[in-house]
């Protein structure tokens, strides 16, 4: 099973912009749907997007045009460039995986990503 390692996270001023990145180890992600999620204190955890092994995009609402996914095999990593980001933003950020076919999810451990002035 994959595992994943976020990073990226930290302060950033309402309006700026951060990319987060997902490492990978154990296993080739090119064989995985790969996405990113948030978990915004007192609240559920809420999906912002996949990107499948076919390079197909899924964005939900979370991710509000200001999002986007990539991955780069060559380098086992997952990428997500958020922008124009607002204090309501503030979030654990997770990198998640799951074998095509499979319904076994790998989860990183996040990255905090606060917002604020």
């Known amino acids: 099973q994959v595992q994943l390692v ?24 090119d064989r995985y749907e790969v996405g990113w999620s948030r978990r915004i204190p007192g609240k559920e955890r809420e999906l912002i997007a996949t990107l499948s092994t076919f390079y197909f995009e899924h964005f939900t609402q979370v991710a509000k045009g200001r999002t986007t996914i990539s991955r780069d095999n060559a380098k086992n990593m997952v990428l997500q460039q958020v922008n124009n980001l607002g204090p309501e933003n503030s979030a654990i950020y ?22 604020s002035s």
């Open 6 to 29: 976020e990073s990226g996270g930290g302060l950033v001023q309402p309006g700026g912009s951060l990319k987060l990145s997902c490492a990978a180890s154990g296993d080739s992600l």
């Open 94 to 115: 997770y990198c998640h995986a799951r074998v095509i076919g499979t319904s076994v999810d790998s989860w990183g451990k996040g990255t905090q990503v606060t917002v």
